[in-house]
């Protein structure tokens, strides 16, 4: 134990020594080492430890009352190792400190940036000190111990003299695209957690303000006096927004549950004259809720509800076009390129976020630390969305993946699932939007749809005993989940009857459940006693409502599911693929190298070409026919024929787009992905690497083309814009 203890005081002994050196810093006492030459006179300290890192923006200026700042601006510090600049930020004191030993030639070069006569320059082994008149702090302190304090990782490093004896202290990081990044101590603020003020506010905000300034909760209460006493404060949960919309100033707040803001106002209202309510607008006097909203105190607001947020404007007109703008779609969220001018560079979780056409800056609290990231562009800078590839690593292979076109996020969005029950949303430039899991894992393929008309998408799933309806958001739709009571053995089709979305699906007991689009179960039928393995599907025959299914012994059923009459059966067929076109259900098959199609009330089959069939969707049947691939319409018109310089197809996918035809294939043998146009040929920059197959979707509105592969348990995805 003695020797232990013995041990550990030679040891604690040793590390004092080294720290004690390194406090040097300062290099063996050196008197004009910057430690003994700043203090309080100085009001504030910029330290620059790398000036390359600074250049994009003009630190300088924080201590610009210091006369030798802009011979500093001109220094070329190249040819000197590791140079390091301190400034005091009010006398006329700079100190050069490097590597090595300064040079007489190179002191000679730096005195030729210094020309007054009453500058002068003293050097001692590794530090420089330019000064006019110096004279040592007539100070308590005599040695600044806090320069040690400071991240030597980061860009510059700034003291502010807060003339309470205390310094504060301000890292500062070169971040990309002329980004900065400040971390300052803050040891006496106490704020609430960062917000995601983005992707809570976006949705409703209109795409073409002019500036934004969101503040949370508790940041707003501790700098707003008016906004913690009155009654916003008592409904407000993450924070709110104030922008100018066609030079007006907006605010937007959400808010607690329960604790509806117009219900709280019209409770709260002094008057009746002071209320006015229209059929999509309240209107309110006599509250201030900010110490700048309203500009005119108490005046007059109206207030329009937008999905979970209340937006509050002093004129009417302003208040209608903002509900204008929001039924068009013409929001910050679905305009990529706007979002991206507003909030690019800036981190998503903040607690301040202050942006206009001349500065972006937010400020986040953390541990007792301020993260500020800021930069200064030369005016309005819009910074257009990443179109680049990307990739991204999984937790488990994926079962499946599913391309979305995505309203929210102006692009096509993939919906991913495993065999472990998980499922999650990538976005279109590769970012996981929300993760979800199921009661037991995905079963058969996903569905996109589009449940209400609108061009705003969900997917439509199932599991072994459930059906699950989700949208864009992660949320569920209506009703769903819908539990069935029996096993689900089929996949779902969707349709349209009376002028509402149905669902229709088999089980393992040969039944086929119709839901409608809340997840209400409409009926359930019995069809034969074997279990339904292919999709069902609804058709209109002679003005009844009636659904073709077949069994897991390939025999074929026409049943009602609004009459309550037996199931028709039909003749027993062997085939392929069977897929709903138009008001029939046609078949496809391979017989002797031959492909034919039939439909399920004919007995004649139809030629359609030799080969072998690769697969049938909604659009098109592909074949293979050696090193040929042959693509025909429903209507068996040839549409496309490509001749291959391999053999081995992992997949194929077909569109058009102005006239000009292109196919995805994948090589399966040498895993490379092709797209090819009109004239057979490859496109710029393919093939490129894949795995397996090529999952690819053409998005319409944004002329992109998605294609995925999976290349070691990691998507990739390459764009190709048109």
Known sequence: MKRFLLFGLVLAAVLWTLYSGYDLFLYKGNTIAPKRVFCEQDESILVVNRVNEIKEVDYFELVDKNPYVNAVKTLDTKPYSQLKIYLSGSRPIIILEKESVWKESEVETISNHFKDDKTSLTKEENILLISTNFSSCESDTSATDFFIEGDKKASANFWLNQKNGNWKRTDVYALDKGFFEYRSSQPIKTYGNAVNDISTFAPVLPSNISTYNFNERFFAENNDSIFANNLMSSWVDLGFVMVTYEDETILISDYRSQQEPGLILLEKSESEDSVKIMDDLRSFTGFQFTKDFPKKPKGRVYLVELEDKVVFTEKESIARQILVDYQLGKTLTLNPTRKEQFFGGLPAQVNHRAIDINEKNSLTWKKKLLFEVSTKPP???????????????????????????????????????????NYKLISPNGKTIWKGRTNKPIEGKPIVIDVFENKKHQVLFRTENSVYLIDLNGNSVGGFPYKSDSKITSDLSEFIWN????????????????????????????????????????????????????????????????????????????????????????????????????????????????????????????????????????????????????????????FKYNDTHYTVIMDYLQNKINLFNDVQENIEGFPKEGREKAISYFHRDSKTMYIYTLISKSIVCYKIYF
């Open 499 to 654: 002028g509402t979305k149905r669902f229709v699906f088999g089980s393992e007991k040969g039944e086929i459940t119709m839901l409608n689009s809340a997840g209400q179960e409409l009926t359930i039928i019995k069809v034969g006693k074997s279990p339904i393995n292919t999709i069902p599907y609804a058709l209109n025959v002679g003005g009844a409502l009636r659904v073709w299914v077949s069994n897991q012994e390939k025999k074929q059923f026409l049943a009602y599911l609004e009459t309550p009459a037996s199931p028709e059966s039909l003749e027993k067929k062997n085939y392929d693929y069977a897929i709903k076109i138009g008001g029939t259900v046609k078949f496809y098959f391979e017989n002797e190298g031959k492909i034919y199609s039939q439909s399920y009330m004919n007995e004649n089959s139809t030629f359609i070409g030799k080969g072998k069939l690769l697969k049938v969707d909604k659009e098109y049947i592909y074949l293979k026919d050696n090193n040929n691939i042959q693509i025909y319409d429903h209507n068996h018109n040839l549409r496309h024929s490509q001749n291959l310089s391999f053999n081995e197809v992992g997949s194929v996918d077909f």
């Open 379 to 421: 005016g309005e800078r819009i910074v257009e969305a990443e179109k680049t590839n990307w990739s991204i690593g999984l937790e488990a292979s994926p079962k499946g993946l599913i391309p979305i076109p995505d309203h929210l996020r102006n692009g096509t969005s993939v919906f991913v699932y495993d065999k472990n029950a």
